[in-house]
């Protein structure tokens, strides 16, 4: 999934037309029912206008996550996206993969 998510940056920021994948969301109004497609997860390079919600440095470039509107029916799902992966890594990491932790001892004083 981590992987996936990788190309999906080099898709959208090293190739002649950039691919974004969009997710079609139904939201209510207040005449009835509209859908819009918004971005599932968008990671831009460069410096951040407008905001960013998470910006890394990798090799001397600014990549990062444009700020979402928050709370609007058409916010891009990008820091969701994030979340589910987070979430699906803490879940399948099992006690045998974290580093165990040093042996305790004590110090005997020779006096």
């Known amino acids: 999934m981590i992987g996936y998510l990788g190309e999906l940056i080099a898709a ?10 969009l997710v079609t969301i139904g939201y209510s109004t207040t005449t009835g029912f509209k859908f819009a497609d918004v971005p599932l997860f968008e990671v831009k390079r460069g410096p951040p206008l407008g905001g960013a919600a998470v910006a890394v440095q990798h090799e001397g470039t600014t990549f990062y996550i444009p700020k979402p509107d928050f709370g609007s029916p058409t916010e891009a799902r990008s820091l969701q996206t994030l979340d589910l992966v987070l979430q699906t890594v803490q879940a399948a990491t099992h006690r045998k993969d974290l580093p165990s932790t040093l042996p305790s001892f004590g110090v005997i004083s020779g006096k």
């Open 12 to 21: 959208q920021n090293y190739i002649e037309e950039p691919f974004v994948p």
